[in-house]
């Protein structure tokens, strides 16, 4: 059985074990002590972020590796999901407005629109599209 002890890590980087702790450790002055520290799965993986973090964990959930993710040269903090039928499109920002085109582009920068903001409101669109196109789709069957 795991038994667990929530300790406070004081000044100078000094934790102060229990006194019943070290009784049942059978821990005396000069005893050396090491430090386990356990890693989910779950934390080692890209997260869909969600309002409610339980209800996130709740469902099944597939693990891209952070590796993955180095090798495209895609941040953490610029991942975007495009969704579509049977497919789904892990991007990042500067794919999504490299993409309108350098015409584009170049009007968007002279009329100073932030274009990471852009990025996310176009797959919020694009999403949006595919979650109407998915409901007709359902409502033909």
């Known amino acids: 059985m795991k038994k ?7 000044d100078d980087n000094v934790i102060r074990l229990p006194e019943n702790v070290k009784r049942n450790m059978l821990l005396r002055k000069g005893d050396k002590i090491c430090l386990f520290f356990e890693t989910s799965l779950k934390d080692k993986c890209f997260k869909i972020s ?6 996130l964990f709740d469902e099944d959930f597939y693990c891209v590796p952070k ?9 953490f903090d610029d991942i975007h ?8 499109t892990l991007t990042s920002s500067e794919v999504i407005i490299r993409s309108l085109g350098k015409e584009v582009i170049a009007c968007l920068i002279e009329q100073d629109v932030d274009l990471q903001l852009l990025a996310e409101d176009l797959v919020d669109c694009m999403n949006d599209e595919i979650g109407e196109d998915n409901e007709e789709y359902k409502e033909n069957l």
């Open 4 to 10: 667990i002890c929530e300790l406070i890590l004081e």
């Open 67 to 75: 590796r993955i993710f180095d090798n495209c040269n895609i941040s």
């Open 50 to 55: 969600c309002e409610n973090d339980e209800e």
């Open 81 to 88: 999901i495009i969704q579509n039928k049977g497919s789904m």
